[in-house]
């Protein structure tokens, strides 16, 4: 049975270890999503094979524009996920699906499409600052990698920047953060920011300071709960590190707009965390310590950002 709708639109935020998929309404009141799923990435060989398992559960229905959301850089039209063996073509979506238009982003571009569209209720304020209209925002967020974009103010509305700026080098600004340097570069040579501001991140922590192998999840639950003091030292260094970063950015951005975390691994932990070296880190920026002070810092609670904002861009 055919469906009949007034515009039928796909997204997706496709990642290394998670793919959120929907498919939804698009009209004259709005958007409806019809159907929405999570798949396990890693399931899947290719993407193909994965969107033909998404589209097989539910009624057929001709779709008019599709948009996914892609860890990894693209050109728009193909691309490849930095962790994962899937290379997606728009051409070829198109021809095989019979969807009318398909295009590809950066998944933190499509996060940051997604800021707009956020209720009170799907952020927690870390810090108000005092916000300026129109200034630059700032999107970043751990989860299998570390995603950064950008947000600038042009023709009247937000436009996201995209970048791939969770591969800069990791700078240390302790000495316990230039021993965690040397323990990682011995191990695998240049340190990124994503080498630590990752759910694998976590674990190179927990590993550093002393710790057996335990999953993120594992060390995660620990160091909310108060179980294992070590976890809970991975968890302070994390949100040091962290607010380190996030502010070293909102400087380059000058991100008086906003800073918004996203990704999975603050969604799960942060709400549960003493965030006080996440901020004393963010805050810490010598004589711009007032600037970084101003920007408003918002931890986003829904991990479905980079999903609703390639909805967003596929009407």
């Excluded at 004393?280 to 991990?303: G, I, N, S, W």
Aim: negative net charge; proline residues 5%; aromatic residues 8%.
């Amino acid at each position: 049975m055919t469906v009949t709708m007034s515009r039928c639109i796909l997204a997706g935020d496709l990642g290394g270890t998670k793919t959120l998929l929907a498919l939804a309404e698009s009209g004259a009141d709005g958007l409806h999503i019809l159907r929405e799923q999570r798949f396990a990435s890693r399931d899947f060989a290719c993407f193909d094979t994965l969107l033909t398992a998404f589209l097989n559960d539910g009624p057929p229905c001709r779709i008019d524009a599709a948009c996914f959301g892609i860890a990894g850089p693209t050109d728009g039209r193909t691309a490849k996920l930095t962790y994962l063996p899937w290379h997606l073509d728009a051409t070829a979506l198109e021809h095989d699906f019979a969807i009318a238009r398909v295009q590809l982003l950066n998944d933190f571009a499509a996060a940051a499409r997604g800021i707009e569209g956020l209720q009170t209720e799907q952020l927690q304020t870390l810090q108000p600052g005092q916000p300026v209209p129109q200034a630059p925002r700032l999107v970043l967020g751990a989860g299998t990698g570390l995603g950064v974009a950008g947000l600038i103010w042009q023709d009247g509305r937000y436009v996201p920047v995209p970048g791939e700026g969770g591969h800069i080098g990791f700078a240390p600004q302790n000495a316990r953060q230039m021993d965690l340097w040397r323990f990682l570069h011995a191990r695998s040579g240049r340190v990124t920011a994503e080498n630590v501001l990752c759910g694998e991140g976590l674990c190179r922590l927990y590993a550093f300071l002393g710790g057996t192998d335990k999953s993120p999840e594992e060390i995660g639950e620990a160091g909310i709960m108060g179980r294992d003091p070590r976890a809970t030292q991975t968890l302070d260094l994390w949100l040091e590190l962290y607010g380190a970063f996030a502010g070293d950015l909102a400087l380059h951005w000058l991100a008086r707009g906003g800073v918004y975390l996203a990704g999975g691994v603050a969604a799960k932990l942060m709400p549960n965390l003493r965030l006080k070296p996440f901020l004393d880190a963010f805050r810490a920026k010598r004589e711009h310590q007032a600037l970084a002070t101003a920007m408003p810092v918002h931890l986003v609670l829904d991990e479905r950002l980079g999903l609703l904002g390639a909805l967003a861009a596929a009407q």
